[in-house]
C-alpha cells in the first residue's frame, strides 16, 4: 500500500494525539504534559510522514504504518517516561536507524541535546533530514561506529546513553563506558529472553570491574500482552575503573 501518497502532516495530527492521549494514561501524572504539547504532537507528525515517504525508498522499518508505529516503536521509544526516568542534559543515542527512540525522547524532552549515532550512511542522512524537517533544533547526527568517534563523540560527556536492538548488552557497555558522564546511566531495550545477557561471564566481570550497576524494570505498553524491560547500568562515580580506549584498542 502506497502510505506515503496520502500522507500530510497535518491530515495526521489527529491520529497521533488521539493515540497519545490514551498513552498519557499509562505515564505517571508528571509525565504527562511531556507529550500533550502541540509542538510534541506535531513533531510526531511530521516524524511519521518523512518516515513513511523515504520508507518508499529506503528500508527504513518493516511497517511503515503511522497507526503501527504510534502504537509500538512511539510508545517503546517512550518507555523512559514510563518508568519516570528523568530528562538528561545530554543523550547520545547508539544506532539510531530509522529514529528511534532518539526521536520520540528528543520530542518529549526538548531541553535535552541529543546525539544520533548510526552507522549506515543512508540512515544517518535520512536523521540529518529529521533535524530540520520535524524539527529537531537540539539534535545532531554523527555518522559512523559509534566506537570509531574519539573527536565527534567527547568523553564523559553523555548523562545517559541509549540503545535499542543494536548489539549484545556486554558489546553496548563497552562502546558507552568512555562516553558516559560521572553517574550517567545506560539505558537499554531488552526483552525477557536477552537478560540471559546479563549473566554472560565476560559481562559480569566488566561490570565488577567498573563498579556498575544493573537495574532491570518491567514496563507494560497498553494493548501489548508481554511485559518489556529497561535494563539500566549505572557506573559508581568514584570507584570508576573506566577506561578511555576505543575500538578495542
Ligand atoms: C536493528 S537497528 C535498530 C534501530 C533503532 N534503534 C530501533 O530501535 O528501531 C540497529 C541499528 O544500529 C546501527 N548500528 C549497529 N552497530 C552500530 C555501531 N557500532 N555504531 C553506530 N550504529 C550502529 C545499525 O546500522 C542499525 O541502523
Redesign the pocket.
Known amino acids: 500500500m502506497d502510505i506515503a501518497g496520502k500522507l500530510d502532516p497535518t491530515r495526521l495530527l489527529p491520529v497521533v494525539r488521539k493515540s497519545m492521549n490514551d498513552f498519557a494514561a499509562a505515564l505517571p501524572v508528571g509525565e504527562r504534559p511531556a507529550i500533550s504539547t502541540d509542538t510534541f504532537c506535531a513533531g510526531l507528525a511530521s516524524f511519521l510522514t518523512m518516515l513513511a515517504q523515504t520508507n518508499e525508498v529506503m528500508n527504513l522499518?518493516s511497517d511503515a504504518d503511522p497507526g503501527h508505529l504510534l502504537a509500538t516503536?512511539i510508545r517503546d521509544s517512550l518507555a523512559p517516561l514510563l518508568v519516570g526516568l528523568e530528562s538528561p542534559h545530554s543523550l547520545l543515542?547508539?544506532?539510531?536507524?530509522?529514529g528511534?527512540?532518539a526521536v520520540p525522547l528528543a520530542l518529549a524532552w526538548p531541553t535535552t541535546t541529543v546525539t544520533m549515532?548510526?552507522?549506515?550512511g543512508k540512515?544517518a542522512h535520512f536523521l540529518e533530514s529529521l533535524v530540520g524537517g520535524v524539527p529537531l533544533p537540539g539534535a545532531r547526527v554523527v555518522h559512523?561506529?559509534?566506537?570509531d568517534h574519539a573527536s565527534a563523540l567527547p568523553e564523559r560527556a553523555f548523562d545517559m546513553i541509549t540503545?535499542?536492538?543494536?548489539?549484545h548488552i556486554a558489546t553496548i557497555l563497552q562502546?558507552a563506558l568512555p562516553l558516559l558522564a560521572s553517574n550517567g546511566r545506560l539505558v537499554l531495550?531488552k526483552g525477557e529472553k536477552d537478560l540471559a545477557e546479563l549473566q554472560d561471564p565476560p559481562f559480569v566481570a566488566t561490570l565488577h570491574r567498573v563498579h556498575c550497576t544493573a537495574t532491570v524494570l518491567d514496563y507494560a505498553l497498553p494493548g501489548v500482552e508481554r511485559n518489556s524491560k529497561l535494563v539500566i547500568l549505572q557506573v559508581t562515580p568514584t570507584l570508576s575503573g573506566r577506561s578511555s580506549r576505543r575500538n578495542g584498542s
Open positions: 522499518t516503536h543515542d547508539i544506532g539510531t536507524g530509522g528511534f527512540p549515532s548510526e552507522s549506515i540512515k559512523g561506529r559509534v566506537e540503545a535499542r536492538s543494536v548489539a562502546y531495550w
